[in-house]
């Protein structure tokens, strides 16, 4: 049967370092005595990640690689450092717009305090998002406005010392860049935005995380985020269809690096080596076969989370690249694009600016149904959601929905997806089509107003696990509200990260709640043909709601 | 907290200075001529200046906020304004900030129970409603004075001014706008003031507009309702400024100077500092773009070529591993893997 890929470290890890949940919701919103400029960060356990290490900052010819510790004085910064700062800063002033509006506008309204689930799970000042925005601002203030350079202090002016550069690493990397602020902001200010760039700086200074920077050197060279060789993913991927031929009695042997297909299939790797992503990516390789589709896996663009894009700009295009050079080498028609959260964020707002237009590749189509894919015209690529709820509803999917039935099921829109995107009812749409036992969160926190999982932007690591207990606190809160209320055991999601994080997550706040990618729920209740008689759902499980003549009736 | 200090000294010193120059030292053509051009002048190319300087500035990425479903299938209802896919949509989504706080109005705040460990979240509208009723009534109380800028005053300032003294008590008639200016301004600063986070963000640029405003609403309603000014003869000046054959008026007392130096305070504060946000809103990326990404091509004046790892590297260095898995590479066309 499946063997479980990753061995449950979480449950270790949680159960080591961390306080008990009663413990950590205990949240001190009160503010600190002194000002926030003269209260200097403390930097606790638990909540910041391990520094990057030399060789995986010099794998992509990043600035100041060496090995160094989050703990020493020393951060051996180079000598030049505040002017490699300040430079940065003049240049990336002058070529975002977004950069400038949100270091200018900026009211202090207050309306994005409250939003962050940073805040909101630790009450640290400084993870309201003005106040994270304010680090920045502080020193754009004293570097490149006359008051600021006149008036110091006394308009929220600062200079760029030692001590800030380590705040902002504490703070920046204490964002996971889902926008939630942002939605609430009169102005749209963006801390997304704002934590993109400021990590871009620090990074002039060799300054990341070890937990971006290592996957981010994989992707680069090997392909994809844990560095698994070509033959180790063919291999993963295969021993998954062995899976699926146990459970239905269907063969299915899917293509790699195949030229002339007619799609080029992405996902995030989480999907092909942990559970329970693995679950989901059995659903596509079920889901593709049964409609026959002429398409493959690609072992060289084997990733479509970009950690490049929790590191710098350039980072994400150096690795997004990989997509459309293996698109237009293998001479596929398009691109589908598996359930991940922050590889949509770049696949629809960036890619086509970054690596594109992509000339080479044909407006989408699906072979199946014939629906063009009007908004997909100029990046060509199609989200795998989009793409089977068109197929739903033009009835070429046939479902036993009673195969769900034990799943009493909540979803959780992941942040890139809602805000970077807006893909909200194509998910729901055909999980009502799978599902008979739907029930929605808090409107509050669910659609554009969706919670992070607090692992987001790189954040998921095990070191940092109490400040990701306390990210996912808001989220968790509200599954834990729907598990109460309806028994809701199964949070359904469409990100990867969301799918690793969520378990231990939901082993914290709410257990006896598992997760689950749409497509595993899916091909979970999806007749294929030629199955052989279904009595164990795709995790390997006994299936509890069958009746013997359901089953029977299972036969197409 | 110490920035609330600097403000009210700042505030201080700006109505002293007025009182001295006039009653101490009689430089009426100062306050009354030079000091209101220059600020004009300062407002109107310092705002300028700052907008140009936006909108020289590139924006690389196409990077909306959505707040609502995606253009997509077309069986799937678009919410077009919370996530435009085109440019009239877009107008419609700004407008929409600008005229009705769109953003603001969703504003929600979580409370977190007694238990300590569920949390919920309730409508908090009151900053939307402060700020609506402060921005309207600044607006209204602006367009009135025109009356002081025109002769023939054109019909709908007359109309907007009757309008605004519906409630038709005191003599003079009480301005509503007036009235919920000066209330609006103070529940914006008593927010400031009593929500401990807001008090611990906010920084003497924030309390300072906010003191500036009390202080013009407030010598405003003490010429109009308490003390009394000579209208004609401010008429008179400030048709001077304006047709820019400036003439001195003698006995127009000092509350008009006062008055009058803290607006020119105002305007040539305005373009730099977070005043700016009445405009910043028409340029920020996250609201003025549309999320037509995947559909319209988005250029970026600085694009530049990347060298990524490419697929020949890749396959030099793994073409054992990848011939004894069976995928294919790249000079091989035979396939040995299925169809799927």
């Known amino acids: ?556 | 907290m110490i920035g609330i200090a600097y403000a009210l000294i700042a505030l201080i010193i700006l109505i002293l200075v007025p009182w001295v120059g006039i009653q101490g030292l009689g430089l009426t053509y100062l306050f009354g001529v030079i000091i209101p051009y220059a600020a004009m002048a300062i407002f109107f190319f310092g705002v300028l200046q700052r907008l140009l300087k936006w909108s020289r500035i590139p924006n690389p990425f196409k990077i909306p906020t959505t707040g609502g479903q995606q253009k997509s299938l077309n069986w799937i209802r678009q919410s077009k304004f919370d996530n435009p896919s085109s440019t009239g949509q877009v107008i419609g989504r700004v407008l929409s900030e600008v005229f009705l706080f769109r953003s603001l109005f969703r504003n929600l705040s979580p409370r977190v129970g007694t238990q300590g460990t569920s949390v919920t979240y309730a409508s908090a509208k009151w900053l939307w409603i402060f700020a609506i009723l402060f921005h309207y009534a600044m607006f209204t109380t602006v367009f009135r004075h025109l009356r002081f800028f025109t002769n023939p005053v054109p019909w709908p300032v007359g109309f907007v001014e009757g309008f605004d003294g519906w409630l038709e008590v005191g003599i003079p008639q009480v301005m509503i706008s007036g009235l919920v200016l000066l209330c609006a301004v103070c529940l914006l600063l008593a927010r400031r003031l009593v929500i401990p986070r807001l008090r611990y963000i906010s920084l003497m640029n924030d309390f300072f507009p906010l003191f500036l405003l009390i202080a013009i609403a407030t010598t405003g309603a003490l010429m109009r309702y308490i003390v009394g000014i000579n209208v004609p003869s401010v008429k008179e000046l400030v048709m001077g400024l304006v047709s820019f054959r400036p003439v001195m008026i003698e006995g127009i007392g000092l509350l008009f100077y006062i008055h009058i130096f803290l607006v020119s305070t105002l305007l040539a504060y305005f373009p730099f500092s977070k005043l700016m946000h009445a405009g910043g809103i028409f340029f920020s990326p996250t609201r003025s773009m549309a999320n037509d990404n995947r559909a319209v091509h988005h250029d970026n004046p600085w694009n530049y070529t990347v060298k990524f790892h490419t697929y020949d590297a890749f396959e030099e260095e793994f073409r054992d591993k990848m011939t004894e898995a069976g995928i294919p590479l790249d000079d091989t066309l035979s396939s040995s893997t299925g169809k799927d």
């Open chain 1, 1 to 556: 049967m499946i063997p479980s890929r990753l061995p449950q470290e979480r449950i270790k890890t949680v159960a080591d370092n961390l306080p008990k949940p009663e413990e950590l919701s205990q949240i001190d919103l009160s503010m600190p005595d002194t000002g926030w400029m003269d209260t200097p960060a403390i930097f606790r356990k638990g909540i910041y990640c391990h520094a990057a290490r030399a060789r995986d900052i010099e794998a992509l010819g990043m600035p100041n690689p060496r090995d160094w510790r989050v703990e020493d004085d020393d951060w051996k910064l180079p000598h030049n450092w505040q002017d490699v700062i300040m430079d940065g800063l003049r240049e990336r002033l002058e070529k975002f717009r977004s950069l400038r509006i949100f270091m200018d506008t900026c009211v202090r309204c207050g309306a994005c305090a409250d939003k962050c689930h940073f805040f909101i799970g630790s009450g640290d000042p400084k993870n309201m998002p003005v106040l994270r925005a304010e680090l920045l601002r502080s020193v754009y203030r004293h570097n490149f406005t006359r008051a600021g350079k006149i008036m110091g202090k006394m308009v929220g002016a600062r200079g760029l010392s030692e001590t800030v550069l380590k705040e902002w690493w504490y703070y920046f990397f204490q964002c996971t860049e889902c926008r939630r602020c942002s939605l609430f902001c009169p102005y749209g200010i963006d801390t997304a935005e704002i934590t993109i760039i400021a990590r871009e700086l620090l990074n002039l200074l060799g300054l990341n995380i070890d937990w971006i920077s290592s996957p981010v050197a994989k992707c680069h060279h090997v392909g994809n985020h844990i560095g698994m060789e070509p033959q180790a993913m063919k291999e993963s991927i295969d021993f998954l269809c062995n899976d699926i031929e146990e459970i239905t009695g269907i063969e299915i042997k899917p293509s790699f690096n195949r030229k002339g297909a007619e799609i080029l299939f992405v996902t995030s790797s989480g999907d092909y080596y942990s559970e329970p992503g693995i679950f989901t990516c059995m659903g596509y390789l079920m889901l593709f076969h049964q409609l026959g589709l002429d398409y493959t896996w690609s072992t060289y663009a084997a990733e479509g989370g970009n950690f490049g894009y929790f590191t710098s700009h350039e980072a994400a295009k150096l690795l997004n690249a990989k997509i459309y050079a293996e698109a237009k080498r293998l001479g596929v028609k398009y691109i589908l694009g598996g359930e991940c959260g922050h590889m949509w964020r770049v696949l629809n707002q960036y890619m086509d600016t970054m690596n594109g237009p992509p000339d080479f590749l044909e407006t989408p189509v699906s072979p199946v149904t014939g629906t063009r894919f009007e908004n997909a015209t100029s990046t060509k690529a199609v989200h795998i959601c989009e793409f089977t709820a068109d197929l739903i509803k033009k009835t070429k999917l046939k479902f036993d929905t009673k195969r769900n039935d034990h799943i009493k099921l909540t979803y959780h829109d992941s942040c890139n997806v809602a805000r970077g995107m807006g893909m909200l009812e194509e998910p729901r749409y055909i999980i009502k089509k799978v599902c008979n036992n739907f029930y929605e969160m808090p409107e509050e926190t669910i659609r554009e107003r969706t919670f992070c999982c607090g692992s987001g932007a790189g954040l998921h690591a095990g070191e940092d696990m109490e400040l990701r207990m306390r990210g996912g606190f808001a989220r968790a809160n509200a599954v834990r509200h729907v598990r109460d209320k309806h028994g809701v055991n199964m949070l359904a999601c469409i990100c990867a990260i969301d799918r690793a994080a969520f378990p231990t997550l939901m082993e914290y706040w709410a257990p006896e709640v598992g997760v689950t990618g749409i497509h595993e729920l899916l091909a979970n209740a999806m007749i294929m043909d030629g199955q052989k008689e279904r009595t164990q759902d795709i995790r390997g499980e006994d299936l509890p709601n069958l009746e013997p003549e359901d089953k029977g009736a299972n036969n197409v």
